[in-house]
Protein backbone atom coordinates (compact mmCIF):
# COMPACT_ATOMS: atom_id res chain seq x y z
CA UNK A 1 0.00 0.00 0.00
CA UNK A 2 1.55 3.15 -1.19
CA UNK A 3 0.13 5.36 1.48
CA UNK A 4 1.68 2.88 4.21
CA UNK A 5 5.43 3.00 3.08
CA UNK A 6 4.87 0.01 0.92
CA UNK A 7 3.66 -2.19 3.83
CA UNK A 8 0.17 -4.05 3.52
CA UNK A 9 -2.15 -4.20 6.57
CA UNK A 10 -4.72 -6.75 7.27
CA UNK A 11 -8.27 -5.30 6.21
CA UNK A 12 -11.17 -7.72 7.27
CA UNK A 13 -13.89 -8.25 4.53
CA UNK A 14 -17.17 -10.15 5.22
CA UNK A 15 -16.43 -12.76 2.44
CA UNK A 16 -19.62 -15.28 4.04
CA UNK A 17 -23.19 -15.09 3.97
CA UNK A 18 -24.42 -11.62 5.17
CA UNK A 19 -21.36 -10.09 3.99
CA UNK A 20 -19.58 -7.72 6.07
CA UNK A 21 -22.47 -7.31 8.46
CA UNK A 22 -22.08 -10.67 9.74
CA UNK A 23 -18.53 -9.41 11.64
CA UNK A 24 -20.07 -6.36 13.25
CA UNK A 25 -18.31 -5.40 16.18
CA UNK A 26 -20.24 -4.09 19.86
CA UNK A 27 -19.03 -1.18 21.86
CA UNK A 28 -20.31 -0.40 25.27
CA UNK A 29 -20.77 3.26 25.92
CA UNK A 30 -22.75 4.96 28.90
CA UNK A 31 -23.06 8.40 27.43
CA UNK A 32 -22.11 11.62 28.21
CA UNK A 33 -23.08 12.84 31.61
CA UNK A 34 -24.59 16.40 29.96
CA UNK A 35 -27.13 13.90 28.25
CA UNK A 36 -28.00 12.46 31.24
CA UNK A 37 -28.23 15.41 32.54
CA UNK A 38 -30.54 17.00 30.16
CA UNK A 39 -32.75 13.82 30.38
CA UNK A 40 -33.43 14.89 33.85
CA UNK A 41 -33.87 18.55 33.33
CA UNK A 42 -36.31 17.94 30.49
CA UNK A 43 -38.59 15.17 32.03
CA UNK A 44 -38.21 17.24 35.22
CA UNK A 45 -37.41 14.00 37.16
CA UNK A 46 -33.87 13.66 39.26
CA UNK A 47 -34.04 10.10 39.08
CA UNK A 48 -32.57 10.48 35.04
CA UNK A 49 -29.13 12.76 36.45
CA UNK A 50 -26.01 11.19 35.69
CA UNK A 51 -25.28 11.04 39.15
CA UNK A 52 -28.42 9.62 39.93
CA UNK A 53 -28.27 7.07 37.38
CA UNK A 54 -25.19 5.39 37.86
CA UNK A 55 -26.26 2.93 41.01
CA UNK A 56 -28.50 1.65 38.31
CA UNK A 57 -25.91 1.46 35.15
CA UNK A 58 -23.20 -0.57 37.55
CA UNK A 59 -25.96 -3.02 39.07
CA UNK A 60 -26.16 -4.08 35.78
CA UNK A 61 -22.77 -4.04 34.78
CA UNK A 62 -20.41 -7.09 35.52
CA UNK A 63 -16.77 -5.97 34.67
CA UNK A 64 -15.20 -9.19 33.04
CA UNK A 65 -11.16 -9.63 32.15
CA UNK A 66 -10.55 -9.88 28.12
CA UNK A 67 -10.31 -12.58 26.26
CA UNK A 68 -6.43 -12.65 26.69
CA UNK A 69 -6.18 -12.11 30.17
CA UNK A 70 -3.48 -8.91 29.53
CA UNK A 71 -3.16 -6.64 32.78
CA UNK A 72 -5.75 -3.73 31.98
CA UNK A 73 -3.52 -1.81 34.56
CA UNK A 74 -4.01 2.05 33.35
CA UNK A 75 -6.49 1.20 30.87
CA UNK A 76 -9.99 1.48 32.28
CA UNK A 77 -11.29 3.22 35.77
CA UNK A 78 -12.28 0.26 37.63
CA UNK A 79 -14.13 3.33 40.70
CA UNK A 80 -16.79 3.49 37.40
CA UNK A 81 -17.76 -0.12 36.96
CA UNK A 82 -19.92 -2.93 38.43
CA UNK A 83 -18.78 -6.09 38.92
CA UNK A 84 -22.38 -8.01 39.82
CA UNK A 85 -24.42 -7.25 37.04
CA UNK A 86 -25.81 -9.68 34.84
CA UNK A 87 -24.56 -7.11 31.68
CA UNK A 88 -20.76 -8.44 30.98
CA UNK A 89 -18.34 -5.62 30.36
CA UNK A 90 -14.66 -5.83 29.13
CA UNK A 91 -11.72 -4.18 27.34
CA UNK A 92 -10.80 -5.55 23.55
CA UNK A 93 -8.35 -8.64 24.08
CA UNK A 94 -5.21 -9.08 21.87
CA UNK A 95 -4.60 -5.44 21.40
CA UNK A 96 -2.89 -4.28 18.18
CA UNK A 97 0.98 -4.10 18.19
CA UNK A 98 0.15 0.10 17.37
CA UNK A 99 -2.53 0.94 20.16
CA UNK A 100 0.61 2.00 22.30
CA UNK A 101 1.29 4.68 20.10
CA UNK A 102 -2.10 5.62 19.72
CA UNK A 103 -2.15 6.43 23.67
CA UNK A 104 1.49 8.44 23.38
CA UNK A 105 0.24 10.50 20.79
CA UNK A 106 -2.39 11.86 23.63
CA UNK A 107 1.02 12.91 25.80
CA UNK A 108 2.36 14.77 22.41
CA UNK A 109 -0.95 16.14 20.97
CA UNK A 110 -2.81 18.15 23.15
CA UNK A 111 -5.99 18.33 20.96
CA UNK A 112 -6.03 14.77 20.98
CA UNK A 113 -6.45 14.27 25.34
CA UNK A 114 -5.90 10.75 26.76
CA UNK A 115 -9.37 9.91 28.45
CA UNK A 116 -9.02 6.66 31.11
CA UNK A 117 -12.32 5.62 30.93
CA UNK A 118 -15.45 6.70 27.91
CA UNK A 119 -17.68 5.05 30.97
CA UNK A 120 -17.10 7.81 33.07
CA UNK A 121 -19.37 10.14 31.79
CA UNK A 122 -16.86 12.60 29.77
CA UNK A 123 -16.54 11.03 26.51
CA UNK A 124 -13.86 13.26 24.77
CA UNK A 125 -10.76 12.31 24.25
CA UNK A 126 -8.41 8.97 23.10
CA UNK A 127 -8.39 5.99 25.09
CA UNK A 128 -9.70 1.91 25.26
CA UNK A 129 -13.23 1.32 24.24
CA UNK A 130 -15.55 -1.20 25.73
Given at each position: ?42 T ?22 P ?47 F ?16
Amino acid sequence: MPGLGGRSMTYPQGHILGGTSSMNGLAYTRGSSDDYDRYAELTDDDGWSWDNIQKYLRKNERWTQPADHHNTTGEFDPSVHGFHGINAVSLPGFVYSFDHRVIQATSELPEFPFNLDMNSGNQIGIGSLF
